[in-house]
C-alpha cells in the first residue's frame, strides 16, 4: 500500500509540478535522507539539529539561485557535481567495498552525506526539467534491477556478494537483476522508446552503480548497528532505505545520456 501510495504521487508530480514546485518537494525528501544519514553516523540531537539546519540553509540558497539566475546556471553547476559523484561511486566506492572498510572522521562523512543528496536533489531536478522520461527511466531500472535480484537471489542464490556488510545479496541476484534489466533494455529498443543499443551497457552501468548504492548504506548502517535507516514509510523503513541504489543512479545515469548526446552531435556524418 505504501508502495502504491509513493507511486500515485510521484508520477503526477513528475510530470506536471513546475520546476520550483518540483525542486522544493524533492528538497524536503532529501532532508529527510539526510537525517536519516545522521542517524547512521549516530550524531546528538543537538548536533543533528545543526547538520539539518546548515541543510536547509544551503538548500535554500540553491533554491534561491535557481529561481534567480535559470535553469542553464543550475545545469552547468550540476554537471560538475554529477562528474564528482559518478567518479566517487565508480572508482572510490567499489574500493572501499572490497575491503570493508571506509573513513571513519565524522566531519568528512557529514560532508559526504550532505554531498550525495546534493547531486541526487540536482539530479532529480535536471532530469525533470531536461526529460522526465529519462528519470523515470533510471528510476524504473533500479526499481526492477532490486525485484528481479531480490526473486533470483531467494530462488536460485548460493554465493554470496558482500556476506561481511549485507548477507543476503548473492551474485545469482546480480546475475538476475542484469539479466531483467537486459530485457528492460530490449523492450525500451525495439518499441522506439530509446534510439540506441546503447541503452543496454548504459542501463547495465545505472544497475551496477545502484548495487553499489546499496552495499554503501549497507555498509553505514552494518556499522552503525541499525536494521533499518529509519521509519519514515510505514512497512518499509526509512527513506533512504528505498533510494540507496537512485543516489548514485542519478548522476551516472546523466553522465551517460550527456555523453552519448555530446559523443552523438560531435561524431554524427
Same mark, same amino acid.
Given at each position: ?97 572490497? =575491503?570493508?572498510? &571506509?573513513?571513519?572522521?565524522? %566531519?568528512?562523512?557529514?560532508?559526504? #552525506?550532505? $554531498? *550525495? ?18 528519470l523515470l527511466v533510471i528510476i524504473s531500472t533500479i526499481w526492477l534491477a532490486d525485484s528481479a535480484a531480490y526473486f533470483a537471489g531467494k530462488n536460485f542464490g548460493k554465493h554470496k556478494l558482500a556476506p561481511a556488510i549485507s548477507p543476503g545479496k548473492t551474485w545469482e541476484g ?41 552495499? =554503501?548504506?549497507? &555498509?553505514?548502517?552494518?556499522? %552503525?548497528?541499525?536494521?533499518?535507516? #529509519?521509519? $519514515? *514509510? ?36
Amino acid at each position: 500500500m505504501t508502495a502504491a501510495v509513493l507511486l500515485g504521487l510521484f508520477l503526477p508530480a513528475l510530470f506536471w509540478l513546475p520546476m520550483m514546485a518540483w525542486a522544493s518537494v524533492m528538497l524536503l525528501l532529501t532532508l529527510v535522507c539526510l537525517h536519516e544519514w545522521a542517524g547512521f553516523l549516530q550524531l546528538s540531537p543537538s548536533y543533528t539539529r545543526y547538520y539539518l539546519v546548515f541543510s536547509v540553509v544551503t538548500g535554500a540558497g540553491f533554491l534561491l539561485l535557481l529561481q534567480q539566475l535559470g535553469f542553464h546556471w543550475f545545469f552547468y553547476h550540476a554537471m560538475q557535481v554529477f562528474i564528482a559523484a559518478t567518479l566517487f561511486w565508480l572508482c572510490v566506492v567499489p574500493v572501499s567495498l572490497f =575491503f570493508n572498510t &571506509f573513513i571513519r572522521q565524522q %566531519a568528512l562523512n557529514l560532508l559526504l #552525506g550532505w $554531498f *550525495l543528496m546534493l547531486s541526487l536533489w540536482m539530479a532529480l531536478v535536471t532530469a525533470q526539467e531536461v526529460n522526465p522520461y529519462v528519470l523515470l527511466v533510471i528510476i524504473s531500472t533500479i526499481w526492477l534491477a532490486d525485484s528481479a535480484a531480490y526473486f533470483a537471489g531467494k530462488n536460485f542464490g548460493k554465493h554470496k556478494l558482500a556476506p561481511a556488510i549485507s548477507p543476503g545479496k548473492t551474485w545469482e541476484g546480480v546475475a538476475g537483476a542484469l539479466l531483467a534489466v537486459a530485457v528492460y533494455a530490449v523492450i525500451l529498443k525495439v518499441s522506439d522508446a530509446v534510439s540506441t543499443w546503447w541503452i543496454l551497457p548504459g542501463l547495465w552501468i545505472i544497475t551496477i552503480t545502484g548495487i553499489y548504492g546499496d552495499l =554503501f548504506e549497507s &555498509f553505514f548502517k552494518r556499522r %552503525a548497528k541499525l536494521k533499518d535507516s #529509519g521509519q $519514515f *514509510l510505514p512497512g518499509h523503513g526509512g527513506l533512504l532505505d528505498r533510494v540507496d541504489g537512485v543516489i548514485p543512479a542519478l548522476p551516472v545515469g546523466l553522465c551517460l545520456v550527456f555523453w552519448f548526446h555530446y559523443w552523438q552531435q560531435s561524431y554524427s556524418f
